[in-house]
């Protein structure tokens, strides 16, 4: 069911799960630029034995391992993502997000080729790889959103539809006949609003923005 504490719930997770990605990136830094850090003097005895521990995991044994870890790990957390609901939605833009982010992600690993001080080659390529991931986890929540607004339509809305509504006027000396118009088929109909009796329990309700 959801209700407010199964979304707080999954929320929770999503951000968990994320963080967890971004965590895996960072060791994977921290291994394999781990002369840049030695030059920055960002090294210590407790990271060393940790990362001694995260090396018998085999997380670390290859180099690709770590990265595909992270990513995974971000593509489950944009499952549980939600935002604005846009109409407007370009399934290009995504596929260029997506596309874009994965060819900086993966591609970064040819900037250990070039010739050039660890230092600058770290910094190259943690920012390489850091802009994939942003652009892989922008496009991946485009996408998430644009997957909710395909499988959620409204039945009883479809194509801007409503159901057919009172189009005549029916009053006595008591009625409150309020005009309106409503789009049945893509064609714009005049119908009413008929208060028989305004005399018994009325209600009005409406979300914000309802007309």
């Known amino acids: 069911m959801n209700t407010g504490e199964n979304a707080e719930a999954l929320r929770k997770i999503t951000d968990l799960t994320r963080k967890c990605s971004i965590i895996i990136l960072a060791l994977h830094f921290y291994v394999y630029c781990y002369a840049a850090f030695q030059a920055w003097h960002l090294t210590h005895p407790i990271t060393e034995r940790l990362m001694e521990n995260l090396h018998r995991t085999g997380l670390f044994d290859r180099f690709y391992i770590s990265k595909l870890g992270a990513l995974l790990l971000l593509l489950v957390s944009l499952v549980g993502t939600k935002g604005k609901k846009n109409e407007k939605l370009a399934a290009s833009s995504i596929v260029t997000y997506l596309g874009v982010g994965l060819v900086f992600y993966w591609c970064s690993y040819w900037l250990f080729f070039i010739t050039a001080p660890p230092t600058v080659v770290a910094s190259v390529y943690m920012l390489v790889t850091g802009i994939g991931f942003l652009l892989v986890l922008h496009g991946g929540a485009l996408l ?42 893509g064609k714009l109909r005049r119908s009413w609003i008929n208060i028989i009796n305004p005399f018994r329990g009325l209600l009005v309700a409406g979300t914000p923005g309802s007309r």
Request: hydrophobic share 35%; no cysteine; glycine share 0%.
């Open 144 to 185: 998430s959103r644009l997957l909710k607004n395909k499988l959620n339509k409204d039945i009883f809305n479809r194509l801007q539809e409503t159901f057919p509504q009172e189009e005549r006027l029916l009053n006595n000396e008591y009625s409150i006949n309020l005009p309106a118009l409503y789009n049945l088929k």
